[in-house]
């Protein structure tokens, strides 16, 4: 069920050297929602999704959790209230998975740091909700990028944030893998926590978001619901492309499916 604002954004702008990656971005999330952020490369998703992480601070405008500005808070208070899954899955460390899914209470730990009991149930709770279970003993070096992905999604989960904010967690996915994330941010959602997710596959965020924010070179194009976000029209002005947008044959969703390529007053190219 969806409560109430969690999460707020003012006039959020980021400034990389001469470039405005984010651009007066404004807009609120409620607890026990999904937001999606989509959008063409480069349009400042990623971005956007650090400022709520607090690991890029804008240069203009203010985050706020819970109405606290979080720009005062600790690492880790940030970390036990955020939780953040990135696009690359790259790693050099040669943990097993089941340590690096217990790096995800580390924030809740006492000052010498050891997990008890209890953070090791909540590891093996966060390893079986993900499938990932099977791979606890394996070295994370030796998975494969998906397999990653998911460890890394299990890791947060167990360190059982208020925002869980994802970067393209489905890219490196086969389709089954892909509809097991999408339930999963569906389940959480529905703990209470607000899941924050950029996502390029235009489908799978109709599927699983309450609002998608529609991004463009920085700005916010359009706040709403899929159905009136994903309009051929916005599509076209964002994209760059001239798009069929139908209802899904056997799915409460929409499908989209890219016709052509126009430039950005609408001509094809």
């Given at each position: 069920?969806?409560?109430?604002?969690?999460?707020?954004?003012?006039?959020?702008?980021?400034?990389?050297?001469?470039?405005?990656?984010?651009?007066?971005?404004?807009t609120?999330?409620a607890?026990?929602?999904?937001?999606?952020?989509?959008?063409?490369?480069?349009?400042?998703?990623?971005?956007?999704?650090?400022?709520?992480?607090?690991?890029?601070?804008?240069?203009?405008?203010?985050?706020?959790?819970?109405?606290?500005?979080?720009?005062?808070?600790?690492a880790?208070?940030?970390?036990r209230?955020?939780?953040?899954?990135?696009?690359n899955?790259?790693?050099?460390?040669?943990?097993?998975?089941?340590d690096?899914?217990?790096?995800?209470?580390?924030?809740?730990?006492?000052?010498?740091?050891?997990?008890?009991?209890?953070d090791?149930?909540?590891?093996?709770?966060?390893?079986?909700?993900?499938?990932?279970?099977?791979?606890?003993d394996?070295?994370?070096?030796?998975?494969?990028?998906?397999?990653?992905?998911?460890?890394?999604?299990?890791?947060a989960?167990?360190?059982?944030?208020?925002?869980?904010?994802?970067?393209?967690?489905?890219?490196?996915?086969?389709?089954?893998?892909?509809l097991?994330?999408?339930r999963?941010?569906?389940?959480?959602?529905?703990?209470g926590?607000?899941?924050?997710?950029?996502?390029?596959?235009?489908?799978?965020?109709?599927?699983?978001?309450?609002?998608?924010?529609?991004?463009?070179?920085?700005?916010?194009?359009?706040?709403?619901?899929?159905?009136?976000?994903?309009?051929?029209?916005?599509?076209?002005?964002?994209?760059?492309?001239?798009?069929?947008?139908?209802p899904?044959?056997?799915?409460?969703?929409?499908?989209?499916?890219?016709?052509?390529?126009?430039?950005?007053?609408?001509?094809?190219?």
């Amino acid at each position: 069920m969806i409560g109430s604002t969690l999460l707020e954004l003012t006039e959020v702008t980021v400034i990389g050297g001469d470039t405005t990656i984010v651009d007066r971005v404004t807009t609120t999330a409620a607890a026990g929602s999904v937001i999606g952020l989509i959008g063409p490369n480069g349009a400042g998703k990623s971005t956007l999704l650090r400022t709520v992480t607090g690991t890029v601070r804008p240069a203009a405008g203010s985050v706020l959790i819970d109405g606290r500005p979080i720009r005062g808070w600790s690492a880790r208070e940030l970390a036990r209230a955020v939780a953040f899954v990135p696009q690359n899955t790259n790693v050099d460390f040669g943990f097993t998975v089941r340590d690096v899914v217990l790096m995800g209470r580390h924030p809740h730990l006492g000052r010498f740091g050891v997990e008890g009991p209890a953070d090791r149930e909540l590891a093996e709770a966060a390893l079986e909700r993900t499938g990932t279970a099977r791979l606890a003993d394996r070295v994370i070096t030796t998975l494969s990028g998906g397999e990653r992905q998911l460890v890394l999604i299990a890791k947060a989960l167990a360190q059982q944030p208020r925002i869980l904010v994802l970067d393209e967690p489905v890219s490196a996915l086969d389709l089954r893998h892909q509809l097991t994330v999408l339930r999963l941010i569906e389940a959480v959602a529905a703990t209470g926590c607000l899941v924050v997710v950029a996502i390029h596959d235009l489908e799978l965020a109709a599927r699983c978001c309450d609002r998608l924010l529609l991004l463009d070179r920085g700005r916010l194009l359009a706040d709403g619901p899929p159905a009136e976000v994903l309009r051929p029209d916005l599509i076209r002005a964002a994209f760059g492309v001239e798009a069929s947008v139908r209802p899904h044959p056997d799915l409460n969703t929409i499908t989209v499916t890219a016709l052509d390529a126009v430039d950005r007053e609408g001509e094809l190219r």
